[in-house]
Every structure is written in C-alpha cells, then in structure tokens.
C-alpha cells in the first residue's frame, strides 16, 4: 500500500468521548491524556518535499512521562527522518482548556 495523504477517518464526537474516557480510566495514561501541539510546528512538518502526512509514535521522556513523536511521511510509508521531528507538547493536563467531552 502507499499513502496519497487520505489516511484516517473522521469520527463523532460521541466515539471520541467514549475512546479518551476509556484510555483515562483504563489506568494507562500515566497521567497525561492528551499533547498539544502549535499550528506552526505542524506546518514545518507538513510543508517538506514529498510529505503526505504525520505519523505519531508514542513515547517515554527521560522523566518517564508519555510523550508523542510527530515525523513526516511519504507516500511509500517512510518516515522522513532527516527532516522535522517534533515532540516537546503542551500536555494535559495541565493545559487541557475548559471541561467538555474529550478532557472529562
């Protein structure tokens, strides 16, 4: 198979709500529910030659704290590892906005 940058499906809001209810109850989350990260910094991946998309790879700082890993891809399913690679988010919490079915 090769990317052509369509991957994914969007989902209600309803199937969001159960899923990160689910992964905060289920004891995994080792305190962190959820990353932000900023427009700009996702646009630096985006905007590399032949990048179709992000792929998310889960992590553990030197602290032991979840983390996520955004890298670009291609349409051949490789990560373009010589470019942009972020991590770094604005977790929640602390930073999670107000309540409303996907934090709480």
Known sequence: MSFNGNEGE??????ASIWTA???N???????????????????ILAQKDCVGVR?????DDTGKPALVLVG???NENDLSNGVILDRSVPCPSYCGTPNPLNS
Do not use: C, P
Not at 10 to 15: E, G
């Open 56 to 60: 998310m790879y889960y992590a553990k």
């Open 73 to 75: 891809v291609d349409k």
């Open 10 to 15: 969007q989902i209600t809001l309803h199937d």
């Open 26 to 44: 289920g004891g995994g989350s080792n305190g962190v529910n959820a990353h932000f990260f900023g427009v700009e910094k996702l646009k630096l």
């Open 22 to 24: 689910s992964y905060r």
